[in-house]
């Protein structure tokens, strides 16, 4: 066997990837796995075995956690292994396609180079995959060649919307003519439908318009069927709804300062609700040769199937040429209908804040930005595949985006959808010593003292891929309000030694309802430690709970202006003011999208009731000096939900001016009505006596906030 993935296998923290062809055995219920002992460093010690079967749908783990040698432990080079039954993970079962590829009888048609293919139905995709690896390539797409691969893949449905099919450009002959390929998917006691997509065109770099990879739609569909007499029934299908070929105008402004055009190859990626280009490379400008330099527009016409409403574009570059910084202004992506604007004026190079790619989002784009989901909040049954490409890895072994092991899927499955949730604040407590933490999947359970609990609650790690020795994670979940609470349950699925976890703690926090609970543990979770129990049932510490003013619920809406440089790199903080009294500050950190010129940023979170809102302070918090550390704002739409979303109250307040070091980095802003602030700006004068006796100076910098009468404690 030859590993996918190193050329060393199975070296220190290797995870080898293989592929094998047996006969069907079914589920497995058990591994043997062992070595022969030979070289000079023969003792392995084997972390755990997954196995990937795409016709079941199924990933089975085996843990294992023990050395195989004949020096160590029990001096053992074969074990025998068992199914980690919770830690299964379960997805569509893939289905054979057959790709049939008909390379062009034109001269030269043929090509060396390493052809990928990825195939999209309305809601999936199968994700990209190469169509033959470098050992089996010998004598395929050659002149006139017909080429035909079966694939295991994912099941995209019914309809095949588009394809999306491609080259490395690597080879002595990399140019290829391609006329068409033919798709049907092998089922079996079905009729069998083949769809047909034309191309005849180069993928060449010096061919055609120099792209190296086509989107093609079907032409039609051949369906064949078998009538009751056993005769083949020949057939054409229309596809309703089908997408249509588009060409998008991209227009690329760079920047207005000394250095900062760039020689570096750039690649864009743009989305829409009916799907995205792929990675395209800019390659040929039609406005100058030397593109991407200072004060250019360069102009490149894209082709690929309908987009739909365009929403974000990924940008970057390769870091390649002598001088590869680059200052980007702005991208706008035209179609037959409308123009959108993507504002960047951000540098992509190393040598600034080391980010050589940007996610951009159309000026008027109110969706979300996070990076786990790009679909906008506006479309409704759209293109899944969008955010399935979003997540996935490269460099996972196998793609994990689709995918849920079996507790997660029994959770989601038994949650009630209709019942109202409320948020809770879970913050988990891992013990001290240096093998306390665990990287297994943690599940809690919420049971109230009117005995109603929740499903069983994946706590999954966002920005970690384990529970750290002496480290509080914190969790935030939107759960059916159960009353106080009386009990969790909380358990691992970990096998192994390493898996072993110490808990010390839990706290859970009711923000709106003024509540939080603590639970005790100071015990091993372990199959290998403690009383060998991976589960535990924590009463809650009476004495230690404790009540608080209870938070309410705010959604907040930032308009920032569509100026010239009126975005930042900063985090903003916010604070209220109200009638009867103040906030805590609220931080929003700085992500992709948020606070760029024209960006409509939405937001929603938990803060005290101060009453009737009379101003918002806004602080933005440099993280770089030499980052963009002004910013224009517009104004704030604030949103108070009282008595769980029963009467809501909405708050502007209107600045329509910059945030920077000379407004000391914030910004009272009143509130407005009618475009009108109901409390205006005026200078106080305030003066310090420091008293007359010894030590009584000081250097640091003072505060002063000034409350009116009413407002003093």
Known sequence: MTSKTHNDPFGRGHTDVFKIEAMDIGEPTKIKIGHDDAGFRSDWLLERVKIDVPKFGRTWVFPCGKWLSKSKVDCQLEVELYPQKKATEVYTPYVPYEIKVFTSKVSGAGTDANIHIEIYGVEKTTGQIMLCGKTDRKGKFQTGSVDTFVHELEDVGKDIEKIRIGHDNRGFGAAWHLDHVEIRRLDKNQKVETFIFPCRRWLAKNEDDGSIVRELVPEKVIVEKLDKSGHLQVRERIIQDH???????????????????????????????????????????????????????????????????????????????????????????????????????????????????????????????????????????????????????????????????????????????????????????????????????????????????????????????????????????????????????????GETLADSWFLDDITIEMPTKGRAFYFACNEWLSKHK??????????????????????????????????????????????????????????????????????????????????????????????????????????IELIKCTKQNERQETYFFGLNDWISSETDYHRDIPLTKDGKALLNNTNYRVTTKTSNIDDAGCDSNRVQDLLPRDLLP
């Open 243 to 493: 997408l249509e070929m588009k060409q998008y105008i991209v227009d690329v402004y760079t920047g207005d300062k000394f250095g900062c055009g760039t020689g570096a190859n750039v690649y864009c990626t743009i989305y829409g609700d009916k799907g995205d280009t792929g990675e395209r490379e800019l390659a040929h400008s039609e406005t100058h040769k030397d593109k991407f330099e200072r004060e250019h527009l360069d102009r490149f016409k894209l082709e690929c199937a309908d987009l739909g409403n365009i929403y974000k574009l990924k940008i970057r570059h390769d870091n390649g040429g002598l001088s590869p910084d680059w200052l980007l202004s702005k991208v706008e992506v035209r179609d037959d209908i409308r123009t959108y604007v993507f504002y960047c004026e951000q540098w992509l190079a190393k040598r600034k804040d080391s980010k050589l790619e940007r996610t951009l989002y159309e000026k008027d784009y109110q969706g979300s930005m996070s990076n786990l989901g790009s679909i906008p909040r506006s479309v409704t049954g759209s293109r899944a595949s969008l955010a399935l490409n979003e997540s996935d890895s490269k460099n996972e072994p196998f793609r994990r985006a689709r995918r849920k092991n079996i507790i997660s899927s029994i959770a989601e499955e038994t949650r009630d959808t209709t019942e109202e949730r409320i948020p809770n604040t879970v913050k988990v407590k891992t013990g001290e010593k240096s093998d306390a933490g665990t990287s297994a999947n943690v599940f809690i359970r919420l049971i109230g003292r009117k005995g109603r609990q929740t499903g069983l609650i994946p706590l999954e790690l966002m920005q970690r891929r384990y529970f750290e020795p002496g480290k509080v994670e914190t969790f935030s979940l939107q759960e059916p309000d159960i009353g106080d609470l009386e009990i969790v349950e909380i358990e691992h699925d």
């Open 530 to 635: 403690g009383d060998g129990r991976t589960k535990r049932i924590l009463k809650v510490q009476d004495s230690n709970q404790s009540s608080f003013e209870p938070l309410i619920q705010y959604k907040i809406t930032i308009y920032t202006g569509d100026i010239e440089h009126a975005g930042c790199d900063c985090d903003a903080s916010l604070k209220l003011f109200g009638a009867t009294r103040s906030s805590s500050e609220h931080v929003i950190k700085k992500e992709e999208g948020n606070f760029e010129r024209g960006a409509i940023n939405p937001f929603r979170f938990e803060l005290d009731d101060v009453g009737k809102l009379i101003k918002l302070r806004v602080t933005i918090i440099p993280k770089h000096k030499k980052g963009r550390n002004r910013w224009y704002l517009e104004k």
